[in-house]
């Protein structure tokens, strides 16, 4: 049962990663055919888009799983069957609802983003495009949500890949077709690239309905097996999972609603102080698309490594194991540093390649991604102490520490914008995330008794090694500079090739030579190394 689980886990957090690195990717061919013009529009729609889908599925994914899995267990199954049918049309209830708000509102939302009339009518097109996606998301998280709840990852990470692909090779398709053989306006491209969400949902829930259809047999086995013994109300079961999903909708939206602040005080405020439009936008895409599309992926690997530990802080808390418990949160910690501090400072010191390579050499977007990506740090940290409030049962302070995150947020940015432009929001972003992470972290060290001492001490060892590894990348890239300009794509791929290679011996060579490495991965980093033929040390740092 143990090995199924941690099969399914890994299915599914590969799913997301695919999906991840697939929504990274296709970014470098879409600014190639709309451009920076494309990319604002793009951005005002999606941003608002991302908040109406998390508030329309409400965790419903994770709050459906863990019903479904817990009344199966007691093998109840006709209490997950009820749930689901029942889920199926509150779901697509509340996403033709959020259809309905987003096109009405439209409007509104655009001229809370951008002030010129002829952009207002753009931004208004791009973002009733995309809220049509809203009618099927809802309904088809359900399902993934029921999969989910049977142990059965697969469904849930086909669905999400067969969806990405969908969607981007509509996006690609659609946008060229339109400006290169239709001659189309930028704003029709752009609508058709968002209208992929639809289309792309429709490609994920296909799937679902073909495993289904595929499995039907099987779980109607289920449902003549069951006991019959529990009969609970709907109502009962719907304010349970309300209370469950909450905090999870908070902390999914956490992110875009720091954006969102962006979306609705970045250009106005840059107007103010005698930006024109236009160049606000293209700040505003530099920032809120091109540079936060780049930064969010290690954010999402380091944070999909750290949150496999929470099941276990959730279990030794619950059964009062306090050691386990710190054990656990020691390692979430570490390995969350130790995957994504290296990585926030090589994007960093990496900015002008990686932005040439992505986007076009510009180094205005270079000097934004290159202070935009420490903050990935920070994003890091509160996706896991937010889950680790939920394994302490301790996930209402969530609600609070965000609401501070996005108060400091609010009241900062348009003052430090005017003083500092583009930098200025990204103070304003990183003060936010640092107050909302205090809390969470006092929360933490409060209700679990949790000694932070140990974890300050590793995180100065990490530091160091993060220091040493940029000071040899910084070394190498200086030397390349003399051969390869970073102005050029394919010699900014060279760069950035020898130069994380190099980044990446320097820091695991010292993670290895230390035994930090080993502390943090055991046997999985063994087994790794045997593979490769590497030699190994078996001199370990304290625990």
């Not at 142990?151 to 669905?159: I, W």
């Not at 060229?176 to 752009?190: D, E």
């Not at 039907?216 to 209370?243: C, F, R, V, W």
């Not at 994003?379 to 501070?404: C, D, P």
Request: hydrophobic share 55%.
């Amino acid at each position: 049962m143990q090995s199924k689980l941690l099969r399914g886990t890994f299915i599914l957090t590969l799913g997301t990663i695919l999906s991840k690195i697939l929504g990274l990717i296709y970014v470098i061919p879409f600014f190639q055919i709309v451009g920076r013009e494309g990319t604002v529009l793009y951005q005002y729609s999606y941003v608002p888009y991302t908040i109406f889908i998390s508030v329309a599925t409400a965790g419903v994914p994770l709050a459906v799983s863990k019903f479904i899995s817990k009344y199966n267990a007691l093998e109840e199954y006709a209490v997950g069957r009820k749930l689901f049918k029942s889920g199926l049309v509150i779901m697509l209830t509340t996403g033709f609802v959020a259809f309905l708000i987003m096109y009405l509102a439209a409007p509104t939302l655009a001229k809370m983003s951008t002030g010129g009339e002829a952009n207002l009518r753009d931004v208004t097109a791009v973002m009733r495009a995309v809220s049509f996606a809203l009618i099927v998301v809802p309904f088809m998280s359900l399902i993934r949500g029921y999969f989910q709840g049977h142990q059965s990852m697969g469904p849930s990470a086909l669905s999400q890949v067969v969806e990405q692909i969908v969607r981007i090779a509509f996006v690609l398709l659609g946008a060229f077709v339109v400006m290169k053989f239709l001659n189309g306006k930028i704003v029709t491209a752009v609508s058709v690239a968002t209208f992929a969400a639809f289309i792309g949902a429709i490609g994920g829930l296909a799937v679902l309905f073909w495993y289904l259809y595929k499995r039907k047999s099987y779980l109607n086995q289920l449902l003549e097996q069951d006991k019959g013994t529990i009969n609970i109300s709907l109502k009962e079961i719907y304010k349970e999972i309300i209370m469950y999903s909450f905090p999870f909708v908070l902390v999914g939206i956490a992110n875009p609603l720091f954006q969102a602040i962006d979306q609705f005080t970045f250009s106005k405020a840059l107007v103010q102080i005698g930006f024109t439009e236009k160049m606000a936008d293209a700040f505003f895409s530099m920032l809120n698309f091109e540079s936060h599309k780049i930064v969010i992926i290690p954010v999402s690997l380091a944070t999909a490594f750290s949150l496999t530990l929470v099941p276990s802080i959730t279990k030794a808390f619950v059964e009062g194991d306090k050691k386990s418990m710190v054990h656990q949160l020691n390692q979430s910690f570490q390995v969350l540093l130790f995957l994504t501090l290296p990585a926030a400072i090589g994007l960093s010191l990496l900015a002008e390649p990686v932005y040439t390579v992505f986007y076009q050499h510009d180094l205005i977007g270079k000097e934004v991604l290159s202070a935009y990506a420490p903050v990935a740090i920070l994003f890091s940290l509160y996706s896991v102490t937010a889950a680790i409030l939920q394994g302490i049962n301790e996930q209402r302070f969530t609600v609070l520490s965000l609401l501070v995150g996005l108060l400091v947020k609010l009241s900062l940015n348009i003052p430090l914008i005017k003083m500092m432009e583009t930098r200025g929001a990204v103070l304003a972003t990183t003060l936010g995330y640092l107050a909302a992470i205090t809390i969470n972290i006092f929360v933490i060290k409060k209700f679990a008794n949790y000694p932070f001492r140990f974890v300050w001490r590793r995180s100065l060892l990490i530091v160091i090694f993060a220091g040493l590894m940029w000071a040899g990348t910084e070394g190498v890239y200086q030397l390349l500079q003399l051969f390869l300009s970073p102005a050029s794509k394919i010699q900014s791929v060279i760069i950035i090739v020898i130069c994380a290679g190099a980044g990446a011996a320097i820091y695991f060579y010292l993670a290895l030579r230390s035994g930090l490495a080993r502390r943090l991965f055991g046997t999985r980093l063994d087994r790794m190394m045997t593979k490769l033929k590497l030699p190994g040390r078996r001199r370990s740092v304290e625990n």
